[in-house]
Structures are given as C-alpha cells and as structure tokens.
Nanobody
C-alpha cells in the first residue's frame, strides 16, 4: 500500500499549485482521503478531505474557498488544488487514507 504525493514547489503569494496523491494497493474511491500540512514548529493540521460516498468534501476555515479537493477514480488519485496561496500556507503537505501516509511534499509561498 502506497500513496505517492507530488506537485509541491515554490510559488508567489496569490499563485496556485495542484498537489496529487496517487494510490497503489488501495482504492481511494472506497476511502476517506485527507490532505494535511505541517509548518515548521506547528502541529499537523488537516486542510481538506473527500469522503468515499458522493464525493462529499470538507475544509477548515483556513482552506475554505481557496482549496479544492477532488478525486479521479480512473487514475486512483486525489488532488488538492490550491488557489490564492498565502505565505502562511507554507508547509509540508501530506495525504492520508486508510492508515497510510504519503510522503510529504514541500509547498513554499514566498515572493
């Protein structure tokens, strides 16, 4: 079972990034998939989740309206589209499903 995370990088404030979480060994359409992030010196926090049924999604206040989680069942991949990025979004981003963590990807928002 593996989750492969990709798509991080350096972006200016106001910019966009899309992260991907590709699964092998488990079916994401049968799982709740959650994106988390952890900034230096801070606890890991969730930023988006997508349920297995009906593509229902949820976001904390910090991400609502700017981040969008989606899933491509054919590719067994979950995405996190991040718009209007802020410097405070700088963190390592992880995906999680069925007790499995993906390796994090660094997102740096800086001018």
């Amino acid at each position: 079972v593996q989750l492969v995370v990709s798509g991080g990088g350096l972006v200016q404030p106001g910019g966009t990034l899309r992260l991907s979480c590709a699964a092998s060994g488990l079916t994401l359409s049968n799982s709740v998939t959650t994106w988390y992030r952890q900034a230096p010196g801070k606890e890991r926090e969730w930023v988006a989740k997508i349920l297995s049924t009906g593509n229902n999604t949820g976001y904390p206040a910090s991400a609502k309206g700017r981040f969008t989680i989606s899933r491509d069942n054919a590719k067994n991949t979950v995405y996190l589209q991040m718009n209007r990025l802020k410097t405070e979004d700088t963190a390592v981003y992880y995906c999680h499903a069925r007790s499995t963590w993906g390796r994090g990807t660094q997102v740096t928002v800086s001018s």
